[in-house]
């Protein structure tokens, strides 16, 4: 965040010691003393396990192309805030958060009987922005969960929700079900709702909760569906329309049911009245980014970026980096070198043993992120003891990359993950600069 005043960090820096409180009464207050910015665009709602930001960028990016003004907001960021909240690609300046961050902060000492928290305070300085700035559409990627989410203010034009796995249990439930009725919360009246590839029983709660909100529902694999082996070449079969040789630069065979979603939500927009022509369909695609997501950022050795944080993540990862070793030539296939760290709330178990499985692995690599919730990678450790893997621990994500290099030979590769917040240090680490404090 340069150039924003400290005042502007510390006040949100503090939010984010009020963790995560349910109920959207805040973010309807702050949004109340900004004018209610939400009403003035129209919106996307994108909820998920996992994919939800994936399947944003790639609607944002279709969006953008048509000619319309987007906003864009994800979480969390990989390097600097400001990433969390942009319009037609360009990061919120900061004389506009330092703006915002002012307003809020006086709208919730005059309205609030307790602090916002980040993420409410956060929201409402997005929407205002996206006021402010014209936009026409806003592409808002919940932040967890969505009943009680602080993005669940909108009425959207249309309503996606990606996947759903266990994650976040402690706030979400400790079952499938219980997560899929948290994340049906965020289907509303009348608005159309597209599912991803969702297991049987989520698949019933989220057609249950659209069939009582009179919400016409379609789901992939069932009203419309993706064929090819990979994003670079695929089909997609809609609902009411087919493009064969789409094109997507986003890795990993999961990407595929992601850009099915985005694709099935310009469906339900058409139905809507919003034009989107087929060539910015095709051009938004084959265009869109979306960094620290299976990203290859460096060559000889290959670095290889990756935000998984759960089970059903770690296993698209795994998938891939299976795939990666196996299309090279046996005389080239290096070893796989793993940086790791998680936060002490994951189920850290199930994923080191699926990613000690992976073909080729040699060196697992445990830190931690400069986080207060990250796990110890003392405790990494013990929960990798009896795995068959060469272990390291190292203290901090600058010294754990250093490590890897130290030993990667050329043909190797280095794949980091566990946490967007360790790869959003090593990307700083590689653009030589730093992450901001406000990591929330």
Known sequence: ????????????????????????????????????PHHTFSSFHIAGTNGKGSTAAM????????????????????????????????????????TLSQAVRHSAEARL???????????????????????????????????????NVLTPLVTVITTIALDHQQYLGDSPNAIAHEKAGIIKQDTPIVAGRLDADPAAVINAT?????????????????????????????????YDDLICPLPGVHQLDNAACALAATEMALERGVAIGEGSIREGLRT????????????????????????????????????????????????????????????RRTFLVRLSAVPGISHLILTRAEHPRAADPEDLL?????LDVTLHTRPSVSEALAHAKALAAPNDTICVTGSLLVVGEVKAILEHTTVSPLRG
């Open 59 to 98: 609607l944002a990016s279709i969006l953008t192309r048509q000619g319309y003004r987007v906003g864009l907001y994800t979480s969390p960021h990989l390097i600097d805030f400001a990433e969390r909240i942009t319009v037609n690609g360009v990061p919120i300046p900061p004389e506009c958060l330092q």
């Open 382 to 386: 013990r929960d990798a003891a009896d």
């Open 210 to 242: 659209a069939q009582e909100r009179r919400a016409p529902c379609v789901t992939l694999g069932r009203d419309f569906d993706v064929r090819g082996e990979s994003p670079e070449r695929f089909a997609y079969r809609g609902v009411s329309h087919d």
């Open 288 to 347: 869109v980014r979306w960094p620290g997501r299976l990203e290859l950022a460096a060559r000889s050795p290959d670095l290889l970026l990756d935000g998984a944080h759960n089970p059903q993540a770690m296993e698209a990862l795994a998938r891939y980096l299976t795939a990666w070793g196996q299309r090279r030539p046996p005389a080239h296939r290096g070893r796989l070198i793993i940086v790791l760290g998680m936060m002490r709330d994951k189920d």
């Open 1 to 36: 965040m340069a150039g924003a005043s400290d005042n502007t960090l510390s006040y949100l820096y503090g939010l984010q010691s009020h963790g995560i409180k349910p109920g959207l009464s805040r973010t309807i207050t702050l949004l109340g003393a900004f004018e209610d």
């Open 113 to 151: 009987t307790e602090p916002p928290t980040f993420f409410e305070a956060t929201t409402a300085m997005a929407f205002r922005h996206f006021a402010d700035a014209g936009v026409q559409y806003a592409v808002v990627e919940v932040g967890l969960g969505g009943r009680f989410d602080a993005t």
